[in-house]
């Protein structure tokens, strides 16, 4: 498939240059994209249903209308997959659960439809922990999802079906929600760029709810200046979404081109001294210390901040999280959409409580108990309103850092991927995002990118948060790190993946 691989290593402005040059159709593109599908995920078990037809239809009218020399988006043409967790007008959208199995959506969620105005064909629906509810796309209620890098390694989660698609070349891109990582640790762990927004950047309208107030849309990619481009093509003010932010127009691609060039003098990094030390291994650390220095070498100010709260945001995730959760998931009650179980002799309450048992995993299950224990009379004082005030003393401490730093960093994970069936605990599991939650917590934009492989040659993730509004900020610093650490290492870590439609890989 030696024309097919050509084609699917372009990294996504690539593919739109070569459009723009007329030396590549989108056509051509899509279907290297299914060819690459057919070979590869099979083995990466990325997503969970495919939408070619109309990936073809898009990219014929895209081409069409580029013959006609038509002024097209940047974007056009370009394919894109989306993590099942947003909705698809007509296409099957499940959050991966046998709650939602067979539910074909009558609308699209907005970061869809913007993705649709630019002109990209919709590939797939990618797989995920059901409702995003894990760190290992171990939970899917439908098949897990394997790590491109090793295939007996979970991708991370929730979002391993996006991570896996891109970082295996089945897409360019793709769209994932980030709760407390789910963008940013399954980029981590598949050396895939993952981008969580500052919360009310990207409408939420269409993302199936997890815990409102932590959720968020955002870009997946394979470099830092292609999730910046998918970022300002589905970033902006919607008034469908009650929390979205008016008047903050997206630059990020800007902000990524500048950074490119390597001088961040003048730019403030807080070096979070908390997130390191116990469950942070070495290689983890010791990858995370080199992107440090590369940040200084390109005239960044590096210091150590001590930011005693930040690993507590795990603590009070657990509670809020749990609680919205319980509130969300009541929607699915049998009525309305979705799986509906009899029992005999059903009434209203008996059908709710078995389409229930029958519909949702062991996860969501004990979320929503969690979740109920939490809000429950005599807990709610104790637990949730504590847990609110402790997570406003975090929002308090981020706004003090930031008035000494521009940007925070620590490693994205504490660990890279783990072996499919590792972890079983669910306490061992929730801590995968304990340097990714108090973003979510803070609603601060955040992302992950690859800054080296670690002993066994996987990916080892770099975090980069800036403050609220400040996403741009945060994609010039990683633009220039992601070009330094491929100076390092001949050439981007993305690029070092298995080609697994090659037998044997
Ligand atoms: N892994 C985290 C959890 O299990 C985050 C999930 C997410 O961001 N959707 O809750």
Redesign the pocket.
Known sequence: MSGAEEIVTLTASQMAEAMKKGDLSSRQIVEAELETAKAVDPKTQSYLATCFNSAFMVADAVDEARALGQQLPDLAGVPIAIKDMIVTKGVETTAASKILKGWVPPYDATAVGKVKENGMPILAKTNL?EF????STENSAFHPTFNPWDLERVPG??GGGSAAAVSSFESPLALG??????IR?PASFTGSVGMKPTYGRVSRFGAIS?ASSLDQIGPCARTVEDAAMLFDAIAGYDPKDSTSIPGCEPAALKAALEGKRGDLSGIRVGVISEASGEGFSKDVMDGFLRGANLLSSMGAKVEEKSFPNFLHGIQIYYIL?PAEVSSNMSRYDGMRYGLRVMPPDATASSMMAATREEGFGPEVKRRIMLGTYVLSSGQYEKMYVAAQKVRTVLIEDFKKAFQSFDVLICPTSPTTAFKAGEVEDPVTM?K??IATIPA?LAGLPAISLPVGLDDLGLPIGFQIMADRKKDELAFKVASALEEAVSRENDGPIWNKVPRLWKSGE
């Open positions: 922990d995003a509810q894990g760190s989660g929730s929600t980030d709760t407390g990582g789910s640790q997890m999280m929730y995968n995002d979510n």
